[in-house]
């Protein structure tokens, strides 16, 4: 039982490129969610996916895409790099919402720098 | 706007030494206050609360929550140097499709030995 995986853990772009965060559970989680660490800013919401084939915006949209093709997957897209976007990138899952009984349980993180 | 404020932002303190976090939040359809421990990589989960007064304990580890007082501590005592780490406190924000957690900064302890 790996838990919540994410690939690649470093990753280094220039400005315009485009690249795929992956990330894979295997703890059958409904709910799945992708956060940006920046210092002094604590952890933000990217996007979450409450279930497969269904994805919404969080706190800081823009700039991302996702996807969730699979209930095991949730891939965050990058199109075009900024160096704004220079962070480390979190996947969590939680096995239900709507309830208080939500923990979330984090993957390893990406370290992503754009130039 | 919700939000988390954790404090101190550091913490240095020699082994053996009790700590005391704190976690005050504004989040407008709390139902729960989670603590985070993270050292190198992933957060790793330590406690959820949902009801005030009721203390949650884990080894040398204990938090509480005050809802009226929209506060929370976590309690290191005995620390270890495997106690040093950055402290995440969330509070989980209820509505639509799911509840959302809303990070505070973090505090950043070390432990000396």
């Known amino acids: 039982n790996a838990g919540v995986t994410q690939t690649p853990k470093f990753r280094v772009l220039k400005t315009g490129q485009s690249m795929t965060l992956l990330c894979a559970q295997d703890?059958?989680?409904?709910?799945m969610y992708w956060y940006r660490q920046d210092p002094g800013m604590g952890l933000r919401l990217i996007h979450y996916s409450v279930g497969e084939g269904t994805t919404a915006k969080g706190e800081v949209p823009d700039g991302y895409n996702v996807s969730r093709l699979k209930k095991q997957n949730f891939l965050l897209g990058l199109e075009s790099a900024a160096p704004s976007q220079t962070s480390v990138y979190f996947c969590?899952?939680?096995?239900?919402?709507?309830?208080?009984?939500?923990?979330?349980?984090f993957g390893p993180g990406t370290r992503l720098t754009v130039l | 706007e919700d939000k988390v404020v954790q404090s101190p932002l550091s913490l240095v303190v020699h082994e053996g030494d009790t700590v005391t976090l704190n976690c005050s939040y504004e989040v407008t359809n709390f139902r729960s206050l989670l603590w985070y421990k993270q050292e190198k990589k992933a957060p790793t989960f330590l406690f959820m609360l949902t009801s005030s007064g009721i203390e949650k304990k884990s080894g040398r580890l204990s938090s509480i929550l005050d809802k009226k007082e929209l506060f929370s501590i976590l309690n290191i005592t005995a620390t270890q140097t495997g106690d040093s780490a950055v402290y995440l406190c969330a509070a989980s924000r209820g509505g639509g499709a799911t509840n959302k957690l809303i990070f505070g900064t973090g505090t950043l302890l070390a432990v000396q030995p």
């Open positions: 703890m059958n989680h409904e709910y």
């Open positions: 969590a899952s939680s096995f239900s919402s709507g309830s208080a009984t939500d923990t979330q349980y």
